[in-house]
């Protein structure tokens, strides 16, 4: 068969510890099977080609986490390992029940599981339809329907080993049979008594045994009567007719009574022995009288009484109480239990005078057991009691009421009757023991029997009513390493019960096929029905024999097993062991048990000696008498007299416990028969009786003895494999030719298209035909396949589809090398044009240099030349000079007597012309006198004749003119104001230019200065002028240098007039803003419903200029933050009820949380509101969120001065974070009657500092309004400006190209700081240090600066913490492999406390740690923490960083105080927990793995189980996202999970992503920044890192996908390594090794994931950690070492 194997299949194999394995076929062939598990893909495991494999199918996943069917009988492959696995899966996540076809499958899970059965639980599967929904109660309510609906009597049963929950199950069916049959009336005494009678039996039938603590040591089964009602329960959601249960009857079959007398260690006896001796002993011992009830309240018992203890003492007094030292149960109160087993006894109508006889009963057995006994001096073949035991005789005599000595000659004698006479002799010691223990058995199981007798005439079986349900609680099949009678019977129940439930099953495949319309062969299906035969068979059955053996004299052990080996030898469900002569082998259905025959005669006999028959017979206890003559067995010795004078009839059969046990099951099976079957197999699921711990082959044991498998058997028989047309035609189409396709696919019939389509396969393929029937069927809805067809189809659909995977990839991996191909080709010309640019700049630079020695050699030349020129032009210039002075003087002398001549001339004239001026001018002032008096005068005659006119003019002119003057004034006053500012910009700007003129027009004198000065320097070399021309030249330079100095002074001034030009703008700019800001938020209070009318043109403004804007991946739209007691809650709460008041119920469980998500519907949108808490301890969670939140509404008290404070602290930071701003106002205070505190204008003016907006109010409405109305005109600008502007941010692929290219080569921008290296400098360092540094090395200042080791175990994780909450020190915590954590207070460096500042840390409380030790180590032992038993697998702070939070694999999960190292919390699993984390937003609860694969969410308060999510494999590490929305969680199997935590409490599965063949070992998120996206940095046990990028969106802030960046190497295969990140330069990854190093990774770009590594460490470094400050690197290793390293700072030293 490894031939039909394809490549790629999944298939589960034999493993001796797991049962079965999930693996995967790698090659097949005839000879052997070559397969690789899942757990380790790098193995490989050779199967022989007839090993067992089972077809598994891939794991699907849903948003609980891995998909888990309610019906096994769904899944496509239906088996052993199928079924196994389902149900380990539902079990991890608290899905205890199961269906399995008709059985439902009941895992005891040994623990409360909350909610699971509620009343409203109940009610809710009170439907006239039952769900699909695997429950007790669902079963249950099949049953009630089926006798409602169809009139029919049906029959639970129930099965299972001990301690799988039977008890338990079958009180759960009981109470809804009861709660449903009651009706809407009220609970009446059947009710009550149906319900009662369960604690009753178990105080007489229930034992603790080594499996479990309430046993039932007995079968039971209940019929419960019902008759037709009225419509009733309409209020339950059921209708129709409903019965009302009217009556009930149990029967019990085989208690087992030797464990009154005998127990293993660690069993107990029947619960009510231990119950009513603690009740005696309450009592002192005195007094027997137990007045009830004490314990249980008088409302809640039936009535009071009065009980009888006499014989009762403290149980350690009784042989039969202490064969073992288990003597007491976990949280049970016997006396409490004794008061329920009075009151169920008065309940059910049990008399008092019948409650003391029982009790009575009970001591007798007791006291019994304590009589021992001897044999004579005289007689060593005789017995009497010993002397020390005969109060216990007598105190058994008196509790029986019979002579002591009659009692003591019937245990210690045997009489025998011949026809002459009585023979009396005695019985040697052991037989005398084997008669009291006899007798203490038949003294119970007649108690036992009374009060099964009395409960069911209390409850009443009416015999008229014939319509019953049935509850049938029986032992399951058993099979120990030693088997004796009583399993012989236990095991015979179940065959007949399994061949019942094989014919039922048989009957619904039967039915199936029927309504189907497909042949099927009864041939194959399985029968048990020979080993029925085998065991019940009337003459050759093993019971049969057994009973022969019992009535042949001399009969014994040896001769029955003698006699069953002869008459079944060669049976093939019987065997023999040669080697052990007494034992024989059955093979039941549920596999082969072996049994030992010893004692099978004695137990199945289970007679009294008649001596002690008559004792009891002549006691005068009528209630005893009557108990022994009323049972069968000893009815013939008390009434013998009776039965001789009866006339003569047939023989009385003789009695044994396997006839009656026979006849009792004849007759259950009978009614049974008549019934309608449900089926309710309880499993065990792990011998310890531990919650959460699933043991598969345990499980896989019971589920082969408890017939679940045989069911699959049975039902999958036929054709196993099942599956409806269209599926069919999906997944067989590809492997048809095309012309049958193409020719199939239109017809609409999908019964014939698949009739069509696999009557070609089976000829294409050459499908295997069975030995009986066809190898499938098409049916009216499904197709059915035997499972060789299926396999031959659908091995080669796999081949197929791998073939065409192989071409797919192919295509794929042909156009990725394309691509890289086209990007090397792109590279290569990019690389060819750099070389060649290169040599075209050399050939330049050497061009240039022979240019240049050209140019120097001219230059030489033309100096030379020059020299010469100079000193002949010199001499000219001398001869020149001489006879130009010659002719000057000459010239100089003439010009000066002309000039003077001039000068004569010049003064004579001037005389002449004088004095005829005067004369002119004193004629001219005559005439103009004469003149000006002419006209005065006559202007006078006018003036006095106009004058009266005139006068009303003139008053009211100088009025107006001083009403002008006072307005001009006004006008001239405002607008002085307003053009002081333009006008004192105007004169700076005239007098910057003038300046600016100046020193332009002093350069330019400046440079006539030079060229004078250059002139006299060549004068200065004549001889004959030295000393005039020297002086000239130091005038000169003397006004050079006041020049310079005049032009410094002036530049400097301009500068200075500059820089105040620019203040004085910023100011009126900044001024301007500020006052269209309060324009806007004046307007804004009285239109805040209304868009602003200014909000577009700011808007406008906001992005022409560039202004910050929320950008990135915003998760929240509003973040609601402030100071305590600002009122934000409040707030909240109104606008949550005033807009969506259904998640008030939501807000008020999430309030208390330091951060709580909120989903406000507010009309058509939807709010995302973060509340944040205002603790103080939190604020650094607080503003992390700023940077993902759009809008931060800020609140402030305005009758609280101190809140606006922390106000205005947010504010900037929030602005610094780039989040919209703004500023609220609670006026809750001021409108109950406080005054305002706060100044108004200051927030306003902050808010505008901001770019935010200031608002007060007693309501947040209106804020979120204008939120949203801003965001959405904001949103259309943007969006506006994108599509309008015509270059944009887009780049095209060729840029891409060249950038990519650029990036390549390193030459794209790396930004400030890109070769820092890792880690900020923190220490000095010394000059020696810097000498002995290599150059070039960015690591090279990177030093160990200290070693810590506490103990030589190996270090797990570390941690820093508490960075924010003290300045001189952070704490650094270690844990290590043998269980122990020490917590380090590492005390920062000058260089690190100088970084920080003031603000950022709260006042210290305690100043005791903020001094480093006097050794100056700067590291002290801050607390050990000693609690855990072995390694600790995970350690990090809390959110509040007050307490440590440790995982271990001693499967606990413990909080620790860090100060005190304290023990606060514990937590414990079921299995090894890998690690934890705390939600967010919600530090009450937190998530923590197991390596059952599945993921908890625990309330930290109460410890309750929130939530349980189901992986394929264990969880090894977990983070969050800077969002605290999405979980990662990485798998032993290489794979990330990802979660959402959008609600407080729980989490969604989202996807998952395969990344790795080794394990994830540590995930580390790193948030955007430096341009690139958020990603993981991730640890692998494949040798490698990888780094993952993280895509947000759609819809904006939703994690959608995960995108592997980059593996880089990291020696790593077996130690769980961690790795950690620190932002020095644009980011490293600093990861541990296996090869003793430190690995750091460059992720910045351009730098090729460049690898540099830390020497220092002599063994693997397992955990590294970088503190927030990014100053301090810690590196553990496996020998305890835990090395700080630190970056050294050399700027002081001078190079």
């Not at 004549?1022 to 000239?1032: A, G, H, L, P, R």
């Amino acid at each position: 068969m490894g031939d039909h194997y394809a490549q790629g299949t999944l298939i589960w194999i034999k493993h001796e510890e797991e049962v079965w394995i999930q693996a995967e076929i790698v090659t097949s062939n005839d000879k052997e099977i070559i397969v690789k598990a899942a757990d380790d893909p790098n193995s490989r495991i050779v199967l022989g080609p007839h090993e067992p494999i089972f077809l598994r199918t891939s794991d699907v996943f849903t948003s609980e986490g891995l998909s888990v069917l309610d019906d096994l009988c769904q899944l496509t492959h239906l088996h052993e390992p199928a079924v196994l696995s389902s149900l380990q899966n539902r079990f991890d996540i608290d899905k205890i029940y199961t269906f399995t076809g008709p059985i439902l499958i009941a895992l005891n899970p040994f623990k409360r599981i909350p909610g699971l059965y509620d009343d409203d639980v109940l009610k809710s599967f009170m439907t006239t339809k039952p769900t699909g929904k695997p429950h007790v109660f669902n079963t249950a309510n099949s049953t009630y329907r089926g006798i409602c609906d169809r009139k029919k009597s049906q029959t639970v049963l129930i099965s299972g080993e001990s301690g799988a929950g039977k008890t338990e199950t079958t009180k759960f069916v009981m109470k809804f049979l009861a709660e449903a049959g009651k009706g809407d009336g009220e609970v009446t005494s059947v009710e009550k008594a149906v319900l009662e009678s369960n604690p009753l039996l178990e105080a007489f039938g229930n034992a603790r045994t080594l499996r479990n603590d309430n046993s039932s040591r007995f079968g039971k089964f209940i019929e419960l009567q019902f008759q037709g009602g009225g419509k009733e329960n309409v209020a339950l959601g059921m209708t129709g007719e409903n019965c009302r249960l009217c009556g009930a009857r149990i029967q019990t079959y085989l208690l087992e009574k030797v464990r009154v007398c005998d127990q293993q260690e660690g069993e107990r006896n029947y619960h009510l022995f231990y119950e009513a001796c603690a009740a005696a002993a309450s009592l002192g011992g005195s007094n027997f009288d137990y007045e009830f009830p004490k314990v249980l309240p008088q409302d809640k018992v039936k009535g009071s009484a009065t009980v009888n203890l006499e014989g009762f003492s403290e149980l350690s007094k009784f042989q039969y109480l202490t064969r073992s030292t288990c003597t007491t149960l976990k949280d049970q109160d016997d006396i409490e239990y004794f008061e329920r087993r009075i009151n169920a006894m008065l309940t059910i109508g049990i008399s008092q005078h019948d409650i003391q006889q029982v009790l009575r009963m009970v001591a007798a057995v007791l006291h019994m057991g304590n009589v021992k006994f001897d044999a004579p001096p005289n007689n060593s073949e005789g017995s009497a009691p010993m002397s020390e035991c005969m109060p216990s005789m007598e105190m058994a005599s008196k509790l029986l009421s019979v002579e002591a000595k009659a009692l003591e000659s019937a245990l210690c004698s045997n009489t025998r009757v011949t026809r002459s006479e009585r023979i009396r002799s005695p019985v040697n010691v052991r037989t005398a023991s084997d008669n009291r223990d006899a007798l203490a058995k038949a003294v119970y199981g007649l108690v036992f029997s009374f009060i099964v007798h009395q409960t069911n005439i209390s409850i009443g079986y009416v015999e008229d009513v014939k319509l019953f349900a049935g509850v049938l609680d029986i032992f399951g099949f058993e099979c120990f390493k030693t088997n004796s009678f009583e399993q012989l019977c236990i095991n015979f129940t179940n065959e007949r019960l399994q061949q019942f439930f094989n014919s039922f099953v048989f009957k619904l495949e039967e039915q199936l096929y029927e309504r189907e319309g497909i042949e099927w062969d009864p041939l194959d299906f399985p029968d048990n029905q020979d080993a029925v035969e085998m065991l019940q068979a009337k003459n050759t059955g093993v019971f049969a024999i057994l009973d022969e053996e019992c009535v042949v004299p001399q009969g014994s052990d040896q001769g029955f097993c003698n006699k069953l080996i002869k008459q079944c030898k060669g049976h093939r469900r019987f065997d023999e062991i040669k080697t052990k002569p007494t034992w024989f082998v059955i093979k039941h259905f549920a596999g082969p048990v072996s049994y030992c025959s010893e004692g099978f005669l004695d137990k199945n006999k289970d007679q009294l000696s008649n001596d002690i028959i008559e004792c009891m017979g002549a006691s005068t206890n009528e209630f005893i008498v009557t108990l022994f003559k009323q049972d069968i067995k000893y009815s013939e010795v008390l009434n013998a007299d009776a039965t001789q004078d009866q006339p003569g009839g047939k023989k009385k059969k003789k009695y044994t416990v396997s006839s009656e046990f026979k006849d009792q099951l004849a007759s259950l099976m009978d009614i049974v028969d008549v019934t309608e079957p449900h089926f309710i197999r309880c499993i065990k699921p792990n011998p310890q009786n531990l919650p959460d711990l699933y043991d598969r082959k345990g499980v896989t044991e019971q589920l082969r003895y408890g017939g679940v498998l045989q069911v699959v058997q049975v039902s999958r028989a036929g054709y196993p494999v099942r599956i409806n047309h269209q599926e069919c035609w999906d997944d067989f189409k590809i492997i048809a030719s095309p012309s049958i396709i193409a020719g199939l696919k239109h017809v609409d019939d999908t019964k014939t298209r698949a009739q069509k389509l696999l009557e070609h396969l089976t000829a294409e393929l050459n499908v295997p035909k069975p030995n009986h029937g066809l190898p499938w069927a098409v049916g009216k809805t499904m197709v059915f396949f035997k499972l060789p067809a299926f396999e031959r189809m659908k091995f080669a659909r796999l081949e197929l589809m791998v073939k065409s995977a192989t071409s797919v990839q192919a295509a794929w991996r042909r156009k990725v090398q394309m691509s890289k191909y086209q990007a090397i080709r792109l590279f290569a010309k990019h690389v060819q044009a750099t070389m060649r640019l290169k040599q075209a700049r050399l050939e330049l630079l050497r061009i240039r240099q022979v240019g240049a020695v050209v140019k120097i050699q001219g230059l030489g030349r033309r100096y030379v030349e020059r020299k010469k020129y100079l000193g002949m032009l010199t001499k000219v210039i001398k001869l020149q000079a001489w006879r130009k002075g010659i002719t000057g003087r000459k010239a100089a002398k003439e010009y000066k007597k002309y000039r003077s001549a001039l000068k004569i001339q010049r003064c004579w004239k001037r005389w002449v012309l004088q004095r005829l001026y005067k004369v002119l001018r004193q004629t001219i002032f005559l005439v103009q006198e004469r003149w000006r008096v002419h006209a005065a005068k006559s202007q006078m005659k006018k003036l006095k004749q106009e004058a009266k006119e005139v006068g009303a003019l003139l008053a009211k002119s100088e009025k107006a003119a001083e009403q002008a003057a006072t307005l001009r004034k006004r006008n001239e006053e405002l607008e002085a104001h307003q053009l002081q500012l333009q006008s004192e910009k105007k004169s700076l700007h005239n007098k910057v230019t003038e300046l600016e003129e100046k020193v332009e027009k002093m350069k330019t004198q400046m440079d006539e200065v030079k060229d004078q000065a250059e002139e006299a320097a060549k004068l200065a070399a004549d001889s004959s002028k030295m000393v005039v021309e020297t002086e000239s030249l130091k005038k000169l330079e003397s006004q050079l240098d006041q020049r310079n100095e005049e032009i410094e002074q002036v530049k400097a001034a301009l500068v200075e007039m500059k820089e105040k030009t620019a203040k004085q703008g910023e100011q009126l700019q900044e001024a301007e803003g500020r006052y269209q800001q309060l324009l806007k938020n004046t307007a804004m209070q009285s239109m805040a419903g209304l868009a602003p009318a200014g909000g577009a043109a700011r808007s406008s403004a906001a992005l022409a200029s560039g202004s910050k804007r929320p950008t990135g991946n915003r998760t929240s739209f509003i973040q609601l933050v402030g100071a305590p007691d600002t009122g934000k809650t409040c707030l909240l709460e109104s606008l949550i009820q005033e807009c969506d008041p259904a998640q008030l119920p939501k807000f008020n469980e999430q309030k208390a949380n330091f951060m709580a998500h909120h989903q406000i519907q507010m009309g058509e949108r939807l709010l995302k509101l973060l509340d944040c808490s205002g603790n103080q301890r939190a604020s650094h969670l607080v503003k992390e969120r700023f940077s993902r939140s759009t809008w931060v509404f800020i609140v402030y008290d305005l009758a609280k001065k101190e809140s606006l404070d922390t106000a205005l602290v947010l504010t900037q930071e929030a602005h610094a974070a780039g989040a919209r701003v703004l500023l609220f106002g609670n006026k809750y205070n001021v409108d109950k009657g406080q005054p305002v505190q706060v100044d108004v204008a200051s927030a306003k003016d902050a808010a505008v500092r901001a770019e935010g907006v200031a608002m007060e109010g007693s309501s947040l409405l209106k804020a979120v309004e204008f939120a949203y109305n801003d965001s959405s005109e904001e949103t259309g600008m943007e969006q506006q400006a994108e599509h309008g502007s015509p270059d944009g941010k887009g780049k095209s692929s060729i840029s891409l190209a060249i950038d990519s290219v650029k990036s390549w080569f390193g030459s794209a921008d790396r930004g400030k700081g890109a070769n820092q290296g890792v880690l900020r400098p923190s220490l000095k360092g010394t000059k020696a240090m810097k000498q002995a540094r290599k150059d070039g090395d960015v690591n090279a200042d990177l030093r160990p600066v200290q070693e810590l080791q506490d103990s030589e175990s190996a270090v797990t994780c570390i941690c820093f913490g508490q960075e924010r909450l003290h300045k001189a020190y952070v704490l650094l915590a270690t844990a290590s492999k043998d269980g122990t954590v020490v917590v380090y207070r590492c005390y920062r460096t000058e260089m690190e406390i100088a970084m920080l500042a003031d603000g950022d840390f709260p006042a210290e409380e305690n100043s005791t740690f903020s001094a480093p030790p006097a050794d100056h180590s700067n590291i002290a032992v801050h607390s050990r923490l000693v609690g855990h038993s072995r390694a600790i697998t995970s350690i990090f702070f809390n959110l509040l960083e007050d307490q440590l939070v440790t995982t271990s694999i001693d499967k606990s999960v413990r909080f620790w105080g860090i100060d005190s190292g304290e023990m606060l919390k514990v937590f414990t699993d079921s299995s090894p927990v890998p690690v934890a984390a705390f939600l967010p937003f919600n530090p009450q609860v937190f998530v923590a793995a197991n390596s059952n694969a599945v993921l908890r969410l625990v309330n930290v308060q109460n410890g309750m189980v929130l939530q349980k999510l189901k992986v394929e494999t264990e969880v090894r590490a977990l983070k969050f996202d800077d969002t605290g929305l999405f979980l990662l969680a990485g798998t032993k199997s290489g794979s990330i999970h990802v979660l959402e935590a959008s609600d407080q409490a729980a989490l969604k599965f989202k996807f998952k992503v395969n990344l790795a063949r080794g394990g994830v070992t540590c995930i580390t998120f790193v948030p955007a920044s430096y341009g690139q996206p958020p990603c993981l940095l991730v640890n692998t046990s494949d040798s490698s890192a990888t780094i993952i990028d993280c895509t947000y969106g759609p819809p904006a802030g939703v994690l959608t996908n995960l995108a592997v960046r980059q593996r880089v190497r990291v020696a790593h295969s077996l130690l769980p390594l961690k790795c950690c990140y620190s932002p020095s330069g644009q980011g490293y990854l600093i990861s541990g090794s296996e090869d003793k190093e430190v690995y750091i990774y460059s992720l910045a770009k351009g730098s090729n994931y460049k690898m540099q590594y830390l020497k220092h460490h002599q063994v693997p470094v397992v955990a590294v950690a970088v503190n927030h400050q990014d100053t301090l690197l810690a590196s553990a290793d496996s020998l305890g070492r835990i090395v700080l390293w630190r970056r050294m700072d050399f700027s002081h030293i001078p190079d």
